[in-house]
C-alpha cells in the first residue's frame, strides 16, 4: 500500500481538547490555510498533528497528509527543499525547489501541515501563498507563535489546557485537562503518584501557576520522581530553574521552561522586548490606556503591544472576561491583556536587569 502520510507516532498520550479539534477540523474543512498559534508549548503541533489524523482517518484527502517541520531549519531558503523531502519528492537537477514543489502538488488533494514556523515567518508566508496560488487541491495547516499573515488565512489560537475553576472542588479539579496531564506524566515517573483528596488542591494551583501549558506541565510532572507536589508549588517562584529536565530526544528549546521562553523574546525586535519587560509590572492584567502609558517613550506603544499579542506573548480578553475568574474584570468595557504568568515572571527578570539570562 501506498504511504498517505509521515505523521510521527505519539509516544504519550494524549490528553482532552475533544472541543478544540472540533473546531480546527471545521476551520480546516473551510479554509484553504488556517494557522494555529499561541504560547510556545502550548500544544499547537500536538493538536495540529491529531487533528491532521482525524482529517485523514475521515478520508478528507486522497494523497494524505504531510508534515514539514521547520524546528530544525534556521534558513529560509531551505524550506522548499524541507517540503520536497518530507513529501518524499525528488528534486529536479537545474530546477528550482518551488517549481518542482509546485509541480508535484499540482494534480494532488492533500494537506501540508506546516509545523513551527514563528522563526521563519516570511519565507514560510512566501512559500505558502506560490503553492496555495498554484496547487488546487492543496490545503495547509500551519502552526506557529505568530500567524503567517496571508490573505484568508484563518488563524485559531490554541488555548491552555482546560484548569479547574477557582474554588473548585477536588472532584472537579480531577477532571479537568490540565490536572490530568499533569498526573499522567507524574505517573510515568513515579508510578505510585496518585490524585488525593488531600493533594488535589495543590495539583490544580500548581497547574494553574503555570498557566495550563503542557510543556510547563510535563516539565514540572517529570519533577515529582524527586520532589512532592507541595515542594514543587512551593518552589514555583523559581521555575526556570526548576523545570529543566525535558526529554532527552525534543526539541533543544523544549528541554527547559526558559529555552523555550528565549525562543520567542529571541526573535523580539528590541522596542517589543522592552514593552514587554515594562509589561511585567502589571501582575493582574492591564488596560489600552496603561500600556500606553507605560510604553511612554517607545514608538508607537499600541503598534508594539499588538505585536506582541500576534506574536502569542500577550493574551487579549475581549471584553474584559478573563476565562479564569467568574466576573469580568473590568465591567466588560474593552479588551484587556495579560501576560502568563511563565511569561511575566521571565519579563520581570528581564526588566530588573535586561542583560541577565533567566
Ligand atoms: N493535549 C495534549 N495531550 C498530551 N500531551 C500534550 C498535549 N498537548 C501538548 N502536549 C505535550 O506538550 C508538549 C508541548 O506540546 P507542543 O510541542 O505541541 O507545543 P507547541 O505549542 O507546538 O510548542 P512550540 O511553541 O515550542 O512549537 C509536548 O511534549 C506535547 O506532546
Ligand atoms: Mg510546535
Excluded at 133 to 162: F, I, Y
Excluded at 194 to 214: F, K, S, Y
Excluded at 276 to 288: D, H, I, K, N
Excluded at 314 to 329: C, L
Aim: aromatic share 4%.
Amino acid at each position: 500500500m501506498v504511504r498517505r502520510d509521515n505523521l510521527p507516532v505519539q509516544l504519550s498520550t494524549f490528553v482532552g481538547r475533544e472541543q478544540e479539534l472540533a473546531e480546527v477540523h471545521a476551520l480546516v474543512r473551510r479554509h484553504r490555510l488556517s494557522t494555529l498559534t499561541g504560547a510556545g508549548g502550548c500544544g499547537k503541533t500536538r493538536l495540529a498533528l491529531r487533528a491532521a489524523v482525524d482529517l485523514l482517518d475521515a478520508g478528507a484527502y486522497a494523497d494524505g497528509a504531510w508534515l514539514v517541520d521547520l524546528a530544525p531549519i534556521a534558513d529560509a531558503a531551505l524550506i522548499a527543499r524541507a517540503a520536497l523531502s518530507a513529501l518524499g519528492a525528488r528534486e529536479v537537477p537545474g530546477r528550482a525547489p518551488l517549481e518542482t514543489l509546485v509541480d508535484y502538488l499540482q494534480a494532488r488533494t492533500l494537506l501540508l501541515i506546516v509545523d513551527n514556523c514563528e522563526h521563519l515567518v516570511a519565507g514560510c508566508a512566501a512559500l505558502v501563498e506560490a503553492l496555495l496560488r498554484a496547487c488546487p487541491g492543496l490545503q495547509v495547516m500551519a502552526t506557529s507563535r505568530e500567524p503567517l499573515g496571508l490573505p484568508g488565512e484563518a488563524g485559531w489560537r490554541v488555548p491552555s489546557l482546560a484548569l479547574p475553576p477557582p474554588g473548585a472542588a477536588s472532584a472537579d479539579i480531577v477532571r479537568s485537562e490540565a490536572v490530568c496531564l499533569f498526573a499522567e506524566r507524574a505517573r510515568l515517573v513515579q508510578p505510585d503518584f496518585a490524585l488525593t483528596l488531600a493533594n488535589a488542591v495543590t495539583v490544580g494551583q500548581l497547574c494553574r501557576r503555570l498557566d495550563g501549558i503542557p510543556l510547563a506541565l510535563e516539565l514540572a510532572a517529570a519533577r515529582v520522581r524527586g520532589l512532592t507536589v507541595e515542594q514543587l508549588a512551593a518552589r514555583l517562584d523559581d521555575r526556570f530553574r526548576l523545570l529543566t529536565g525535558g526529554a532527552r530526544t525534543a526539541l533543544r528549546r523544549q528541554q527547559t521552561l526558559r529555552a523555550t521562553v528565549d525562543w520567542s523574546y529571541d526573535l523580539l525586535a528590541a522596542d517589543e522586548r522592552a514593552l514587554l519587560r515594562r509589561l511585567s509590572v502589571f501582575a493582574g492584567g492591564w488596560t489600552l490606556d496603561a500600556a500606553e502609558a507605560v510604553g511612554a517613550g517607545l514608538p508607537d506603544a499600541l503598534g508594539l503591544l499588538l505585536q506582541l499579542v500576534d506574536k502569542s506573548l500577550v493574551v487579549p480578553e475581549p471584553n474584559g472576561e478573563d476565562p479564569a475568574s467568574i466576573a469580568p474584570v473590568n465591567g466588560g468595557d474593552g479588551f484587556r491583556y495579560r501576560l502568563l504568568e511563565t511569561i511575566r515572571q521571565y519579563a520581570s527578570i528581564r526588566h530588573i536587569c535586561p542583560k541577565t539570562s533567566v
